[in-house]
Structures are given as C-alpha cells and as structure tokens.
C-alpha cells in the first residue's frame, strides 16, 4: 500500500476521535513537524492534535491496527532527534493537553497532562509554596511529556534527582493502545521507570504524577570566577568530595558567558575564563551561610578571582538566565549548534576537558562548553553553518569522538539529552552486542510490531558497520562471580531451571519450586571498591547490605538509605524500599541465556538506552541474576527513620507487560520459574 | 569625462559600499545563490536587507539564524492557543528558509502560517539571536500570490498617500454607514482592514464615536502651535492615523501632555506613517509615505534645528524608527532615513518619570485601580517597558497593579482582529482574563489598535473596566496637577 492511501485509509475513523479539524496531512503541516532543535530530517505522513487524554488510545488502536508508525511530540526541542519521524506515519501532538489537573501539597503530587510546560508547573506550585525538581535549562519551553520522555536532568537533579527520581506514577498509553498506570512502588518490575526516558518507543505518557518539594527556606546563590576551566573543575571536584551537596553547581565557559550576557562580561574580573554558578539551600540559614563559607574557602583555594554572593532574586534571576539562556544564546554566533551530552565520572571532568578542547581545535571548530558540574555532565555546544557541508560534516566527526572519549573515561554518551537518532551509533561503542540485544528485548516486549517512534535509541542495520562494542572496558570480575557466570551459561545450555535464592533472607525454601536449582550467591561477598572523589562503590549481590554500610561508614561515606536486612543483590531484587532506586547507578546481571550484561556505570546521569536497572528493581530474579551493583554514595550522614518493610513484598501480580517481558527476556522460564509460571509446570502462560 | 570614467558613473559609488557591507555582514556567502521566494522582478516589493541585532542581513541569513532551539514558542500567541508548530514563531520561520531552499514548493501553503502571525514580535524579545520573525513573516506574505493587490485596500491607501481629505471622507462615509446599520458595506470597502480597527466587523461597538473633526485638522487650528516665530521647538506631534480619524482626544490629550512637560512644540502636519501599507504587502507605498514623511521632518529640521518627533501609536513609532529598513539598498534615501528615525519617540518614553509630578486625587479615584498593558509594538518592537511603568507607578501609586502577562497581545494587531477573528478573540479572551485577574478598573496601553481592541473585548467581558491611552490617562489625573 502507498504510503499516502494507508492513513486515508483510516482517516475517517481517526477524525471521529478527534475531529476532522485535527487530523492534518497538507503539505504545511507536513513540513513543520518534520524538525526539531537538532540535526535530522523526516516527514510525517499526518499530524494528529488531541485535545483530550482520552483521545490518544483510540487513536493508537487505530494506528496500530493499520501498521502506521507513530511517536508522539510536544514543544519539539529535542537535540538528539528523537521527535523525527523516521518511518514516516503519524506525529502524536499532545501540545494542548496541558491542564495541571491537581496540586496535592499534603501528598506533594502533581497531577498534570503531559503538554504542561515546565516553567508553567513551576509558576503554578510556587504559590502554594512548591517547586518540581527537575529544571531543565529548557523548562520556559520543554514540557513534561517531553521532560519525562528524554529523562530530562537540569540543575537541580544534582541535589534533587532527574525525571525519573522525581515521578511517581505514570499513565502510560502501550503501542497497542492499552492504558496502564504504573508507579515505581507497585511489586514486581519497575515499569514505570522503564518508561522514563524511553522517547515515546515503549508508550505515550497521557498523565503523570510528580512528586514537589516544599522549596527551601534558605536559597543561597553565588557565582566564583576562574581563570581557567580547570581550576574551576577542581573546585568542583572538592566541594562534592567535602560533603557538600549544592542544590545546583553548573560551569560555563568564556564563549557562553560572553553569548549569554551579550558580551556584558564585565561583572567578571577581567581574565575571566571560567564561572562556576553555586547554589545552596537548606531549611537553617546558618547552616546554608557555613556551607557558603566553605565553598568559598574552596574556591579562593582553587584560584578563584572573584566570589560573588547574589544579593537579591534580581541578582540570582540573571545568573541564572546567563546559564539557561547559555545554549540558546549560541544562536547569536552561527545558525546551528550541535549540542553534546557526553558524561564522565565527575573527578574526570579535569581530563574529559581537555580532550575535548584537543578534537574542538583538531576540527577547527568553536564551541561554549557548559558543564552541569556536579554531575560530570558536560555539553560542549559546536556552532556551525548547516549550509556548509564541509563543516557540518567536522562537527560530526567532532560530536563522535567526544562522544567516543567520554566512554574511554568510564562515561556516557548521553546525560539528559536522550540518544534519539543522532546517538544511536554511538550505542555501539558504549554498549557490546549483549546489551543492545537486551535493548531490543524490552522494545520488542512493549513493541512487536515495531510502529511507536520507530528506528529511535538502538542501533539499526545501516549503524552496524562501525566499530562495535570495543571501547568499554568491561569490569573484571572476582573468582567467584567469573564462576557464577559460568554456572549460569552451563545451565542455560542445558535448560535447567534456577532458583536465585540469594542469602536467603526473604525467599523462604517453601516457595522454590521443585526441580528449580538454586544458585547461592553467597560466595559474592568481595569488599566493595570504593571511587572516592566520584562518590561511588560497587559491591557484589551476595553482600550483606549492612556490611556494606558498615564498610563505607569506616571509609567516612554513607549511602542514603535506611537500615536494611538482606543482601545488596536480594535487597534490589525484592524492592522492599523501593527509594533504592534514586541510588543505584550500574548493575552487572546474567541473562537466562548466561549472557552477562553492564548496565549503567559510574556516572550519576545516564540516559544511554533503557533504563533497564530500575527493570530488575523488583525483578525477583525472574528476568536475570544479580551479581553486582554500583551505588551513588554520600559524604555526608543524614539521619533516617526506622524504615517498616513491607509485609508482602512479593504479593506480586504480574502485568501482561511483566509477561511479556518475561517471554522475552527468558523464554524457557528458566529463572525463578514460580514467579511467573504455574508452580507445578513452570510454563509460561501464554 | 572620458569613456573609462562610464562603468564607475554607472554605479553609484555608496551603493556599490552597500552592497559590499551588505556581503560582508551576511555569512559565508549562502545568500543569493538560492532564492526560490520571488523572482528578481518582484524585488521592488521586499526589503533588500533586514537591520537585524546581529547586523545586517539578507532574508535567507536572516532566517537561518534561527537554530531552531524552540524558546520561542512559549512566547507566540498562536501556538500557545492552538499548539500546532505550523503557526508558531519558529514554524513560520522555518517554513520561510525552506520556501527560499526550495523544500516547500508551493507558498500557498505556507498562507495560514503567515496570514496567522500577529506580528507581536514576542518571540524576538525570547530570541536570544533576535531573529526578526514579523519582518521574515512579512517577507513571505509579501511573496503570497495577490497578496495586498486588494482593489479597495489599494485604494484606500493611494487615496491616503495622495489625498487625505478624501479619505477623512472615506471615513466618514464609513462612520455613516455605521450608523445607519451598514457596518458590513464599510467592512468590504476595506476601510476597517487597512485602518487596522480591530473586529470592527465583529464587535461593532469598537469605536463609539468616529469623530466628524479630524485631530489634524484641530491641532492645524491650535495657535500655541504654530511654527510662527519659534526658532526652536521642543517636541513635534506626529500624528499617527489611530489618534488622527478614531481617537481625536488621544492626539489631542498627547498635545496637552506634551505642553505640559515639555514646553514649546509644533504639530509635524505629517502624512499616514506608512505602516498599514507596509504591513499589506505594498512596500512602494510604505516608501513613499516614508519619504514624504522624512522631506517634511528635514524642512522643519532645517527651520528648527534637532527636535524630538512624538507619535502616540506605538506602532507607528516602533515602524517609523526602523524606516531605514525600507531603503537598505536606497543610498541616497538611506541616510535620511536613519537620520529621520532616530529623531523619533513614543510618547511611552518620553515623559522622564521623575518629572512626572502628583496625580489630582479626584480624577485618580474615578481612574481606580490602574494596570499597563505592554503594547506589543512597544515592548517587543521598541523595548519600552519600563518608562511608562515608573511614570504610571509615580502617578497611581499604590493603585497600580502589575498586570499578569501584560506582555501577552491583545489580539487587535492592526488588521489582525479583521483577517483572524477567531484566533484574535482568543487571544482577547486570556488577556480579559489576565485583567480580570488584578481586579482592573483602567487598563492603561499605548496603542490605538490595543485601545480599540480591549475596549471592545471589556464592554462585552467587564463593562466595569476600561482601557485608556497613555496620554489621555496622564492628562487626566495631572490635570490640575501636573507641571
């Protein structure tokens, strides 16, 4: 079927949904919603507007049912083009569904529609007293479907958390057009994390709940001068590592200083090479006022030439407008910017710097380098002239192999900005073949027929042929785990079941089912190595988590949890506490067919793929063997509650989603069989 | 002269400067190599250059400044209502650069996403580059097929260049057709539409009285302003058309103000700015009521030496003062033109608020509650938001309320309200609401469009608020008082 005859074809059933005056295939429309704020080009074959939630399932059945491709778009400011239609068929614009349907400040949730502007939820809560974490430099503009979509970071995520850390229950619209409303504490499998950061290929967000915080009594904002990044950059490195936790501590450059503030510089001392924007807050202003002190110290200690506090919110207002304003503003040096994305573990950042400067001027190109410090989340923004092939064609190359040395840095390719299109190649070096085919299982589950925003996140044919897979350095794991991993592919070749049972803390011998062999983790109990200066250990499943605390605790680090019992792999497993989540950066796993996979790494943002660690929160060992985890740490204590577990932590009813999942990633139903499977037959029911 | 001296008299030597600077200013060379929006022979109907921020710039350059970051968007009125990027600010934008690439093959599609634009110029103000999207979506409707051939819109406009008695006639056949229940007849002869008179179609009470006196022909009368004897003057009273036929006691409220603060002035006795010309699609027209214009302020510059020239729209101000982007490849008139804008000023900006002087507190009760509404060619146009505030602050003092979006449009945009109406009475609507919000009992603008257009919009709305002009404000709370 021609592709124009295929939505004629179920035009009248769409506009009955959403009226013909919404359904738009003119050569305008066409056009306008075949870009966003990065490089790629597609066109859509229709363009479809709702004006109520309730209209985007329908209007998916339909779609799905004709075999048409669709993603859904809002604000269209993507930098990695993940809004483009690569296989042409329908954009979903949900731009008009905007309503804040609810503030609840005793529960502190939101309840909004996905084409809420940020900066819009922000206005609505600060009345009541309230803010949403997460602050993207584009929230004036980007929304939260798209926010929630691209796991959006910000400036406030390095205290706060990103998107994911900051939702609470999602309403979500399958590719096949069911609704589901999940939230990262229903038993079993996190889906609803999985959804985050997903760019429309696993469902359509329809509504979401989002978790706001009272703001701070004390906000307290400085910006400090350098005379080189680098001194700035080791500031930064020894305010986190002394224990300080800045709501935001964001770097910039000469050239997005001068960009951003329209070359009005001189509120910098003259040699300005660097500014670091400091922002504390806390409920005790002399608290706040004695981490300010300390900051500074640090900073005058690091070459710092000027330390400003801002004395009023005028003051704080342009600081922070030369910051968020810092990428836009690179529209008054050329007509196009690439925006880079890369992350490195933050003690890194000194390093990631400079290659980054060295590939910059081996392409002869100009860019601002902005940094969310604190995360070691750089953005390097590459001017250029789309109109000249030659140069688009450096600023490529360039992209690439920033891309590429933040991965040789133990990094990422993407923090905030999502893989889309234009990083999908890059999927290739990060990860090798087993984890990408762990990609395609998810995508597949959710997915099969492959229509929501198609040819986005995984790499496709035409990508393969670059260097795949080569420049990780895969962990070196202990004895013991090297053993487990060759347990595990002796049993997969066999097709004998397991019974991940851990230390045995919740999974009682009653409830393995007969036949399952149990596979005792407790040999994977190695000290924990521990990265100093980027706050991070990585610790073996078969840990006791109160060794581990009481490990770190000797080393002067803390993991922001409660008191917990069991082990560091049953632990996540079992998401008794399902806030382990926010602290959980990588997790080494074996599949049912023995492969081992590396999710996530070192890095405190990590938008590369699927957000599959939060996928084994609560996985219960059915969909893979935990064997080790990589934990974002503290400097300093803070004091919990006593933390009540759970009575039924596996009162777990699993979604035809989780199924499916299951089939996907152990079709023999192999791990834990009873989790999924009859208890007798251990068959998956179809 | 010999032969060698012909091909250097052929050009003229400051246009040849000219359109090297104009070469050099652009990037890299890209413009003029693809130009699928007209052909040469329409030239005569575009801008040569646009006088942007970031210098000066060939259409193309001009629009492929826009790196498509989006911040825009939240500022532009029509998407924020309807949410489709077809007409947003960077939608119209970009459909302008793949027009010129030649990607969209047929400008007629692009008609909506110009036609919509209500040339506020909110998204410029959000740009970081500046990009001048009203003059870019201008550039395309010039572009449009047929677009301002109108027969009675041109018409109208060459009777107004060339015999504005006639058109004071025009209008006042208008007014009597109005009365005598014919408004639709007064709408097709497509006097409402270039008047920039906002839903007048609509909303037929917009205007409630057309004056049969002309504030030209009142102020043509004023002894106090007569050149005479003067050998230097003050200020001189630019009388845009708004105030000029439909709003006689703005201009002459404007001329008492401007007595009243700044002493001895003349009435420039000038011609319509050009502006509705401009804005439908017939820049020859807009240039020559420029040039007669700018002969008129250099005879009495020579007679007064410099002086400041006040209008009291702030669209015609905001387009008088970016006359020379009419002559860019005009070496001749170019200078003029700069010359002749930079003389120019709201009369937003030009009362200094420390001089504004104690309110009657009489005439500020009746006033109520006072809030100011951003006029678009004001704020995004000119960057006037801050003087009328403080004058307005001094005066009302703590009967002044900061009106939520005040920047936000009012939906008049000259004809916009006549082409547009359904998208116009929404963007009316949120800023009524915005209004309503503050408890508003004057909503105090600088434009006749804004005037006409909230008028109409509070009568059916919120009878109990009116908006008010600047001028006719400040001359009725200081008018005991003031200095």
């Known amino acids: ?686 | 002269m010999n032969d060698n001296d012909i091909p250097d008299g052929t050009q003229h030597p400051d246009s040849r400067l000219t359109a090297d600077s104009s070469e050099s200013v652009g990037l890299s060379g890209f413009h003029g190599d693809i130009n699928e929006l007209y052909g040469h022979e329409q030239a005569y109907r575009h801008l040569h250059t646009l006088l942007t921020d970031l210098g000066e710039r060939k259409l193309y350059d001009a629009a492929a400044q826009c790196n498509r970051c989006g911040y825009c968007e939240t500022s532009c009125p029509t998407y924020m209502l309807t949410g489709r990027e077809t007409i947003s600010a960077r939608g119209r934008n970009q459909f302008l650069r793949m027009l010129v690439e030649g990607q969209a093959k047929d400008a007629g599609a692009a008609a909506e996403a110009f036609s919509t634009c209500l040339l506020c110029g909110a998204c410029s103000s959000a740009c970081y580059a500046k990009v001048p999207t009203p003059d870019i979506v201008l550039e395309g409707r010039r572009a449009l097929q047929g677009y301002g051939d109108n027969f009675f819109a041109r018409a109208a406009i060459n009777t107004l260049l060339n015999a504005p008695a006639v058109f004071g006639f025009w209008l006042k056949l208008a007014y009597l057709a109005k009365k005598t229940g014919l408004p639709k007849l007064a709408a097709k002869m497509g006097l409402y539409d270039f008047l920039g008179m906002p839903g007048l179609v609509e909303a037929e009470g917009a205007v409630k009285h057309v004056p049969l006196h002309f504030a030209a022909e009142i102020l043509r009368r004023d002894p106090d302003l007569e050149p005479g004897t003067k050998h230097a003057v003050n200020w001189a009273y630019f009388a845009p058309c708004g105030p000029n036929y439909l709003f006689t006691e703005v201009a002459l409220a404007t001329v008492r103000v401007l007595k009243k603060y700044s002493g001895e002035g003349i009435f420039a006795e000038n011609l319509c700015c050009g502006l509705m010309a401009h804005n439908y699609g017939r820049i020859e027209d807009a240039r020559e009521f420029a040039r007669r214009n700018i002969v008129r302020y250099e005879d009495l510059k020579a007679r007064f030496g410099d002086f400041p020239l006040i209008a009291d729209c702030s669209s015609c101000a905001a387009f008088m003062k970016a006359y020379e982007q009419l002559f860019t490849a005009d070496p001749e008139w170019r200078p003029r033109a700069k010359a002749f804008a930079a003389a120019v000023r709201d009369i937003l900006e030009f009362i200094p608020p420390e001089k504004a002087g104690s309110a009657d507190p009489a005439a500020l009760e009746k006033a109520g509650r006072v809030t100011y509404h951003d006029s678009c060619r004001a704020c995004h146009g000119q960057g006037i938001r801050r003087e009328p505030r403080e004058v307005l602050r001094a005066l009302a003092g703590k009967n002044y309320r900061e009106l939520p979006e005040s920047d936000w449009c009012c939906g008049g945009a000259g004809a916009f309200a006549f082409t547009q109406p359904e998208i116009s009475k929404k963007v009316l609507e949120r800023k009524l609401r915005n209004i309503a919000s503050v408890q508003a009992d004057t909503v105090v603008v600088g434009a006749t469009s804004c005037l006409a257009q909230i008028n109409s919009g509070l009568r059916e709305a919120y009878p109990s608020a009116r908006a008010v002009h600047y001028s006719v404000f400040i001359d009725a709370v200081t008018g005991k008082n003031g200095q």
């Open chain 1, 1 to 686: 079927m021609f592709k124009h005859d295929r939505i004629r074809a179920i035009r009248p059933e769409l506009e009955a949904i959403v009226g013909p005056e919404n359904i738009r295939t003119d050569e305008a429309e066409i056009l306008m919603y075949s870009y966003d704020a990065g490089m790629a080009r597609a066109r859509p074959e229709a363009v479809i507007t709702f004006t109520d939630t309730d209209q985007v399932a329908p209007v998916v059945r339909v779609l799905y049912r004709a075999g048409v491709p669709f993603l859904p778009r809002i604000a269209g400011t993507n930098l990695s083009g993940g809004t483009i239609p690569l296989k042409g068929g329908a954009i979903l614009n949900l731009a008009r569904l905007k309503k804040i349907r609810r503030i609840d400040t005793a529960a502190k949730v939101a309840l909004v529609e996905p084409g809420v502007v940020n900066m819009e939820l922000q206005r609505a809560l600060e009345p009541f007293g309230f803010f949403y974490a997460p602050d993207p430099s584009s929230q004036k503009v980007s929304t939260i479907g798209g926010n929630i979509g691209e796991n959006a970071g910000g400036p406030l995520c390095l205290k706060y958390g990103v998107t994911s850390d900051n939702v609470e229950q999602l309403e979500v619209v399958t590719p096949e057009g069911e609704i589901k409303t999940w939230s990262y504490r229903d038993p079993g499998p996190d889906l609803m994390s999985l959804m985050v950061g997903s760019e429309g290929t696993l469902g359509i967000i329809t509504n979401a709940w989002l978790k706001i915080l009272p703001i701070p009594a004390e906000i307290k904002t400085a910006s400090a001068a350098f005379p080189s990044l680098e001194s700035a950059m080791n500031a930064v490195t020894r305010i986190i590592s002394d224990g300080i936790v800045p709501r935001a501590l964001e770097a910039m450059d000469k050239v997005s200083l001068d960009a951003a503030l329209g070359g009005k510089a001189d509120r910098f001392p003259r040699g300005t090479e660097a500014v670091l924007i400091i922002e504390l807050d806390g409920s005790d202003a002399l608290q706040v006022g004695r981490e300010v002190e300390k900051v500074e110290h640090i900073c005058t200690a690091n070459s710092c030439s000027a330390f400003k506090l801002a004395s009023d919110e005028a003051e704080r207002e342009l600081l922070w407008q030369a910051r968020k304003g810092a990428y836009p503003a690179m529209a008054r040096l050329a007509p196009d910017v690439l925006v880079e994305d890369g992350v490195v573990p933050r003690p890194l950042l000194p390093q990631a710097l400079r290659e980054t400067r060295e590939i910059l001027s081996k392409y002869k190109l100009t860019a601002g380098l902005l940094f969310h410090a604190g995360d070691g989340n750089l953005h390097p923004n590459i001017i250029f002239d789309r109109r000249d092939i030659q140069e688009v064609k450096r600023v490529k190359k360039a992209g690439y192999e920033i891309l590429k040395s933040c991965i040789k840095l133990g990094g990422t390719i993407s923090g905030e900005h999502g893989v889309g299109v234009e990083k999908r190649v890059a999927m290739n070096w990060l990860y090798g073949r087993e984890e990408l085919e762990f990609f395609q299982k998810i995508k597949t589950a959710f997915d099969p027929a492959g229509l929501a925003n198609p040819d986005k996140i995984l790499p496709v044919a035409t990508d393969q042929h670059v260097e795949s897979g080569g420049l990780t350095s895969r962990t070196s794991l202990s004895p013991s785990a090297r053993g487990i991993v060759d347990e595990m592919r002796l049993r997969a070749g066999s097709g004998a079941r397991t019974a991940v049972t851990g230390l045995g803390t919740r999974l009682k011998p009653g409830r393995i089912m007969d036949g399952a062999k149990p596979l005792d983790l407790r040999t994977l109990n190695g000290l924990a190595v521990t990265d100093r200066a980027n706050l991070t250990t990585r610790a073996e499943a078969g840990l006791s988590f109160k060794d581990l605390r009481r490990q770190l605790r000797n080393e002067g680090l803390y993991l922001d949890l409660p008191e917990l019992e069991g082990s560091v792999g049953g632990l996540i497993a079992s998401k008794v506490c399902p806030e382990m989540k926010e602290f959980l950066l990588g997790l080494e796993v074996i599949t049912a067919s023995g492969d081992l996979l590396e999710l996530g790494g070192k890095t405190v943002k990590n938008v590369a793929g699927y957000d599959a660690i939060k996928l084994f929160c609560g996985s219960m060992g059915a969909y893979g063997v935990i064997i080790a985890a990589t934990f974002a740490l503290s400097a300093a204590p803070r004091e919990w509650q006593a933390f009540p577990e759970p009575a039924a932590w596996d009162a777990f009813e699993p979604d035809s989603c989780h199924r499916r999942l299951k089939r996907q990633l152990d079709p023999g139903n192999l791990l834990n069989p009873w989790v999924y499977g009859d208890a007798k037959e251990g068959e998956l029911p179809q």
